[in-house]
Structure formats: C-alpha cells, structure tokens
C-alpha cells in the first residue's frame, strides 16, 4: 500500500513539473537574424526565436508574439503595433512582422511566448528591440564632408563637432554613413567596440551607415563629437571613389514625446585636423600596405579640455554621386581574440623578430621603451619565412616617435595577416608582455562543435574552423588578408557548406550576396570578386556563386 502511494504521488509531482512552465526557455530572440539591432533596412521585419526544454521530444504548438513602441507596454503583457494572438504554428523562423506600418526610425520592442504540448500558459521570452534605420533619400538631411586637400593629406582625418543639449532625452541615435572606415568618439569615450566599420561595399553602386545608440554618452549642456576617418578601401582609382580621402555623412536624432527630432547634421560647421595617422600602400595587390603614425600629432584624448587645446580647419563639401545607402545588416567587426608572441629573437642584421606563434590576421600592438623624438620604428609583417628570413608581402607600419613616455602603437583603420614581425630600429628587446596581436573579424556565433577519438581528425576540424575566422573581415569572406583581400567566388563556392555549418553566418551572407548583386553587369555577365574594386581572375565556378550560394546557405 505504501509502495502505491508513493508511485502515485511519484507520477503527480512529475506531472506537475511537466505542466509548469520551469522546463521550457524561449531564448536567442533575433530579427533580421541580428540580436537586438539598430537601423534596420526594412519596414516588414523578419522575428526568429529558439526553444530549450529539459524534455525530450518537447514541441512548440503555437506562439505569440507582441510588439510595441512603449516598452513598458510589453511588461503589462500588451502591444499597440502587432500582437499575434494565439497562432497555433510550430513555425519559429523568419516569421513576418503584419502589425502597424512601420517607418524609418520606427522604434520597437517584441517578445515571444509559446506553448508546447503540456503547457496550458504561454511561457514568455526576455524582452528585445528593434528599431529602423533611415531609409530614402529624403531621410538624410545632411551632406558629405571630409578634409580639404588644401589644409593637409585629407586621407584619414579628425572631424569634430561641438553642440548643446538642453534637455536630456530618453533615446539618441547617431547614424553614420561613411565612405571608408570610421570610428566614433563622444564627450571623450569611444562609442561601441566595433573596428575597421563599416562592411564592404561596391562604392559606385552603394555605400552603408551604421546606426549607433548614443543615450548614454550625451549629455546636458555642452557635447564634443570626434568621427575619426580611414580609407579602407575607399581609394583613389576605383569604383565609385570621387576623393582623395575618406568621406562621411551623420545625423543625431533624439526622441522627444514619441518624435524624433533632429539634432545635428554633417555640414559646413564640422571643424578637421589631421590624425596623426597616414597611410603606406594603396590597397592594390601585394600592396594592402598599412599605416604611419606620426605620434606627435596624435592628441591624447578627446575630452573638451584637448580638443579646445588645438587649432582646427573648416571641413569641405564633397560633391558624391546620388547612389543608396543602405543600413548595415551584418555583425560588425569586432576584436574576437588576442595573443602574445611566444618568441623574441635577434637577428643577423640586429633587428628583432616576433614570432606569433601561428598566423593571425587583425592589429598589432606594442608598447615601446622610451624613444627619441622623431625615432622611426619599423615593423614588416608576413605568415611564413624563408630561410630564416621574413618573406616580403609588402606589409609595413611605420611609427614616428614623439620623445614621451609609455608610447605605444597600435593599429587603426587597416589590418595585416601574419606570424611574424620584423621590429627595426629598436635599439632594446621588447618583452613578451609588451606585444599583443588582436584576432578580428566579422562578428558571427559559432553554430556548431565537432570532438572525435582521432586526434588528426580534431585537428583538421580546428584548422577550417580557425581559417574561416581569419579570412571573414569586413561582412564577406577572402582569399588572402595580406595580398588581394577579395572575395573570390570560387573561394566561396568552395567554403560556404563548411563555413555555414561551423557558423552562424546568414548576416554575413547577406551582406555578401548584396554586393554580388551590385556587381552584375549590365548585360547580365558577373565579375570573379564581389565587392569587385578592379580586374581579377577564375570562371564560371566562381562567376556562378551569387546563384549556388543560395541555394548553399
């Protein structure tokens, strides 16, 4: 009789534990496949969501999903743009948005709740957001601006911007459509952690802006914007490219009773200086180069203090060709690792070289003893050497000493793949300690594992998996970081299966697939690389990727 009680009070407290919500998790929210984004490209966005249940063979029976403009409208459990009601569906990917029309700069929060085959309440994801970037033409109320060829070398200048705010809003958003890289600097402090932003583009056919949220870094009274600007791929001779320099075009908005509201434009007003950053190279074959830093003219900081310290000059209008700018729509670049070198050694000539230990591709950093003033530090960089001796890809940066203490370098606005480093003119050993090499790359979660019994096995698994994260720079995937930097399709022909297993790259793809589409020709014939910056080589297996890959992906 005992026995009897205790199975049956076995199988209610299991039963109870099955009904209740506990087991069941709705995470890894996205739309448009990015988590939380800024600036979207579309008006009809696509809601994606995950289940994770303790149960096996657990099943989503229906879900609901409400949207709102109010966030504390979906705390309450109500929406005033979409709520779906019950939808009894096992669908959980790529669901179309059918609420209130959405606009640009429509700002919106969503969260999911499903049901499974025991559950009779939903059970409710966290809470995300969305919002839409500027969309038309007519939404920019800017221009382009960039150094004057006349004041300095206009290639990768400091633009700045001073204004006032007197009341403070809830949200502020800056959008940032750049010809080049950029970086942002607001009230002293550098806005996100993305580099080398943003993606690549073919520059005759679009160019892409970069929506960031800046509430937390304005402030009441007086604001210093600092857009620090690099030419990537932004050069002279290519596609679409009209300046010698790299150009940019912002806007603020902030949010004021459910209104945004301009607060400040790229235009005359803007005041440049030079950075103190030059480039070596011009982004051609074996010529990706990379930069000179002239540390006297580097300021240490943008707080107000530095920044009313030195003169600047008037920014110049830049005529640019009416082409779309489209809001970035793949993960930024980000710093996705780092390592110290695992050997330091002298050379026959007296210089030092670094061994990194493997190849990465990304920044250098180095932290030097006490230089001279106009000192020049030379550092080559290759993945292999040949006889003992650094193989000459053209990859040098170049540093001018400015005679202060605890000088660094540090890449900016390019990147180099490498192994090894070659320090001339550096009269003491570095430590280990005192270099860093920084792994980039696009963004991107890992989408899958692999562990087996054979060791070489693992191995080779390992070395795809590293190699896709070294040449997936700049939302699409290359040949080679240190000589050509393209997309190659046949590359990518190749790679895609393995690379969209190993990874969740549907941002990326997109992105790329984007630029496949801008290049084809106007009788219908395809390019061998997309972004496709000048001539270059394959066939019809590489031609053919815009059409394979989508079915691949």
Request: hydrophobic share 35%; aromatic share 12%; charged share 20%.
């Amino acid at each position: 009789m005992n026995r009897i009680f205790l199975i049956i009070a076995t199988m209610m407290i299991t039963g109870a534990c099955c009904s209740s919500p506990g087991y069941l998790q709705v995470y890894d929210l996205i739309c448009e496949n990015l988590t939380d984004p800024l600036g979207i490209d579309t008006t009809t966005p696509r809601f994606s969501w995950k289940l994770s249940s303790e149960l096996n063979g657990t099943k989503q029976k229906a879900y609901q999903i409400l949207v709102s403009a109010d966030r504390q409208l979906l705390e309450e459990g109500k929406a005033d743009l979409w709520d779906t009601g019950k939808v009894k569906s096992s669908a959980s990917v790529m669901v179309p948005y059918k609420g209130k029309e959405l606009r640009a700069r429509s700002l919106a929060y969503w969260k999911v709740g499903v049901w499974d085959e025991k559950s009779g309440k939903p059970v409710w994801s966290d809470i995300f957001s969305f919002s839409v970037g500027l969309l038309e033409p007519g939404d920019w109320e800017g221009f382009y601006i960039g150094m004057s060829r006349d004041d300095a070398n206009p290639e990768c200048p400091l633009l700045y911007k001073q204004f006032v705010i007197n009341e403070n809003s809830p949200r502020t958003f800056l959008h940032v459509n750049s010809l080049g890289y950029h970086e942002v600097y607001l009230n002293g402090t550098r806005v996100g952690d993305e580099v080398l932003s943003p993606s690549v583009t073919q520059f005759n056919k679009r160019s892409q802006a970069v929506t960031y949220d800046v509430s937390l870094y304005v402030r009441q009274g007086r604001n210093d914007l600092v857009i620090c600007l690099g030419r990537g791929w932004y050069q002279p001779g290519l596609p679409g490219v009209v300046y010698e320099g790299p150009l940019v075009k912002a806007q603020m908005e902030t949010l004021n009773d459910g209104k945004w509201e301009t607060l400040l434009v790229s235009d005359t007003e803007w005041s440049c200086r030079e950075s103190g950053y030059t480039q070596i190279g011009n982004w051609g074959p074996w010529r990706s180069g990379c930069e000179r830093v002239e540390a006297g003219k580097l300021l240490n900081d943008f707080t107000s203090v530095t920044l009313d310290a030195v003169a600047w000059n008037a920014v110049q209008k830049i005529d640019v060709p009416p082409l779309p700018v489209s809001p970035c729509m793949t993960e930024p670049n980000r710093i996705r690792g780092n390592a110290h070198p695992v050997r330091i050694s002298r050379m026959e000539d007296g210089n030092w070289l670094v061994d990194m230990g493997k190849v990465i591709v990304g920044w250098f950093e180095i932290k030097f003893p006490t230089l001279k003033e106009g000192q020049e530090i030379i550092m080559e960089y290759s993945d292999h050497l040949i006889d003992g001796r650094l193989f000459n890809q053209n990859q040098q940066d170049r540093y001018i000493a400015s005679g202060k203490n605890n000088e660094t370098f540090r890449n900016k606005f390019n990147y180099h793949g490498f192994q090894y480093i070659k320090i001339s003119n550096l009269p003491v050993q570095p430590s280990l300690d005192d270099i860093r090499a920084y792994l980039i790359h696009t963004d991107f979660k890992d989408a899958s594992s692999f562990q087996c019994s054979d060791p070489d096995m693992n191995a080779i698994h390992d070395m795809i998996h590293y190699a896709i994260r070294c040449l997936s720079l700049g939302g699409y995937t290359v040949d080679c970081p240190h000589i050509e930097r393209l997309g190659y399709g046949g590359d990518g022909n190749a790679g895609t299966k393995t690379a969209q297993t190993m990874f969740d790259m549907a941002p990326l793809y997109v992105n790329w697939m984007q630029a496949w589409a801008d290049c084809i020709r106007e009788d219908g014939g395809m390019p061998h690389t997309a972004p496709n910056p000048y001539r270059a080589g394959g066939g019809p297996y590489w031609c053919g990727f815009i059409i394979t890959s989508s079915w691949d992906t």
